[in-house]
């Protein structure tokens, strides 16, 4: 059974930092693409920071500089540190791993991240 367990979300000021977890069980994680998107009220799923097997990272442009994700593969986890946090990151973080051939694709039940004085 897949599971994906995400943590380390929760009320911080503008300005402020969080780090967000993801804890994988079930799958092969160091050959999985593990990615981090979010869903905001009134906006459409977002992806926010992605890490390949080999250790390659993306960033949306709207996180860029402030957001890095970064994976541990013995401990089946990746991170996702956030700094200098805005409102406008304030979202439903999701964790997701995927695999290429053949098409794997999995979600984790998400953390919200709130960014409010």
């Known amino acids: 059974q897949v599971q994906l367990v995400e943590s380390g979300g929760g009320l911080v000021q503008p300005g402020g930092s969080l780090k967000l977890s993801c804890v994988a069980s079930?799958?092969?994680?160091?050959?999985?693409?593990m990615n981090w998107y979010r869903k905001a009220p009134g906006k459409q799923r977002e992806l926010v920071a992605a890490?390949?097997?080999?250790?390659?990272?993306n960033y949306a442009d709207s996180v860029k500089g402030r957001f890095t994700i970064s994976r541990v593969n013995a401990e089946t986890t990746v991170y996702l540190q956030m700094n200098s946090l805005k409102r406008e990151d304030t979202a439903v973080y999701y964790c997701?791993?995927?695999?290429?051939?053949?098409?794997?694709?999995?979600w984790g039940q998400g953390t919200r991240v709130t960014v409010s004085s």
């Open positions: 890490i390949t097997m080999g250790g390659n990272t």
């Open positions: 997701n791993a995927k695999y290429s051939n053949p098409l794997r694709n999995y």
């Open positions: 079930g799958i092969s994680f160091s050959l999985y693409t």
